[in-house]
Each structure stands twice: as C-alpha cells, then as structure tokens.
C-alpha cells in the first residue's frame, strides 16, 4: 500500500512537470502576443487561486474578501513605479511592501476573528476589503480614485515574451512551495482542522495558531499575484478591490478542484480562456456580452460532470483504478493459494 502511495505520488510528479515544460515550450512553438497575455493572465490567476485554496480546499475557512490582499499587492507595485521610476528594484520592493502590509492586515484579521466560528472571517474581510475600496476611491492623490491611473514598467515586463516566463516562474515555484507546505506536518494539521476542527483541537492543536499561519501565507500570496497583475496591465483602478476578483477565485478553485492546487491552475485556466472566447464572440452576437450568464451555465455544467472538480475528480477515478487493481490481487492470490493447498 505504501508502494503505491508513494509511486502515485510520483506519477504525480511527473504529470506536474510534463505539464508545466508544455507551457515552457509553447512560445517558442506558436509565437502570438494575444496568446502571451491570456497565458500570463492564467498564471496571475493560478497563483491567486491557489492562495485562495490554501483557506477553503485545506482549512475550511471562508473569505468574501480575499481579493484585497489581490488590491494591496496591486496598489503598492502600481505606486513604486509611478511615484520612484520604472525600475526592476522599485518592482520588487513594491512587491515587498505588499507582501508586508498583507502580512500584517492577514494576522491582525486572523487573531480577531478566526477564535470565533469562520462566518465571522468570511464577514470581516469583506468589510476590510470594502473599506480599502472606499479608501483608493476617496484618496485621489495618491490612487486616483476610481479613473485608477497608468504607470511604465521594467523592460522585462515591457516585453509580453519574457514577462510570459516571469510568471509562469511564480506560478510552478509558489505550486510547488505551497505543495510542500501542504504536505508538511503542518499541512497535515490544517487538513485535520478543515476536516473536523473539535477533534484537531481534542487532540491537543492550537487551532488559532495554525488558522492565522494560513490566513497569512494566503494574504502574501495573493498580494505577490497583485503586483504581477498590475505590472501586465500597467493600468490599476479600483476594481482590483471588488468582491468579484475574489468570487473568480472561488469560481476557479471550485471548477478545478478544492484542495488540490492544482486544481486551481486548470480552473484559472477554464475561466479565462472562457472569459476570453466569450468576449470575443461579443463581436458576433450581442448576446454573449452577458458573458457572466454563460460563466454561470459553464460553472453548472463542470460541477454536474466534475462535483468534486476536474482534478479532484481525476484523483477518485485514479483511486477507484487502484482499488480495483488491489481488489483484482487479492483475488489472483487467493486462488493461487487454493490451487497450492
């Protein structure tokens, strides 16, 4: 049994890696800017999503609003470039000033509501979030309200080729960080918690401790996908603040997988390139300007097909394949042992 843990494990792997090498090799196989961009688009959101998965697919907890750890990431990236220049240092320190301030924002969120039952996370960050919104609305100095402002970028971020690299880079690193992180003794505590959070506490865990550890991995995360976001747009206004950007999160973790990560990948994947083919089609028909109907009707199809997610989906089935195989031994075995004795 452990054998085939650990070969599964390893043919996950491989899958991760083959995978994340086709995306590598596919500039250089079909050379398209709108291309780069959708990709790059996918790859932000992955990340996004992923911080997103950490909360719900593996603790359990509800967030309304997670997408202004996304907002924060975005406004600070966007701020060092405008007001200090377009340089590679002043993105990556407009990166660690987010990663900061959502840092903090997360555990102080984290150590007033996360003793309480997790509706009262869920309806805490999503009024942090709206008063941040109201805050870049009101601030026109420095975020310029709801009219947002543009900014220039590094060169690497200039050119949709390398910065295409860039963040596939994040994405298969901060994948496979967080993998790790999950599968770490401390992983194993939160999946204990999200599962049955009386009984990981009856054993002995601080709940709260580990519930504010994700809570902040999850914010940092996201703050890091921000700032990527806003160097692709150049462009920043304040609907990197709306509830929205986080439904998408939750929209893509759902379609994909909850507690998989990488189910995340595949579902940003689903909702862009359907986002991006709907959009498209507006050219066609009017009708498919209500794009977020057919969002709606595709989230309902996938979840009929897939309940558990597309890759959560594909893990049953692998664990269905394995049963039958074990099944399929011990039947082999025991009439080898009947026509022995």
Known sequence: MIMMVRKAGSLQTRLF????????????????????????????????AMSYDLLLGYTGIVSFGHGMFFGIGAYSVAIFMKNFGATTGNFLFGILVAVVIAAIISYAIGML??????????????????LLFVVAEKWRSLTAGGDGFTFSVPDFIRDR?????????????LFFVLRHFVQSPLGKVLKAIGQNEQRAEALGYQIINYKVIVSVVAGVIAA????????MLRFVNTTVFSIEITLDALL????GGIGTLFGSILGSGVVEIAHDGLTSLAKVHPI??????????LYIVVVLI?????TGS?????????????????IQMEEAGKKAG
């Open 161 to 173: 080729f390398s910065f295409y690299y860039v963040c596939l880079l994040a994405m298969i690193v």
């Open 17 to 48: 890696l083959v995978f994340f090498l086709s995306l590598a090799i596919l500039p250089l196989i079909y050379d398209s800017r709108s291309l780069y961009i959708l990709c790059t688009q996918i790859f932000i959101f992955a990340i996004f």
């Open 306 to 310: 897939f309940p558990s997610g597309i």
């Open 288 to 297: 498919f300007e209500r794009w977020i109907i057919f969002m709606g009707l």
């Open 252 to 255: 893509m973790t759902m379609i």
């Open 314 to 330: 594909f893990n049953n089935w692998l664990e269905q394949r394995k049963k039958v195989r074990m099944q399929q031994k011990e």
């Open 224 to 231: 890091i996908s921000g700032g990527l976001y806003a160097g």
């Open 113 to 130: 509501s996360l003793r309480l039952k997790s509706h009262f996370y869920a309806m805490l960050t999503l009024a942090v979030s709206q």
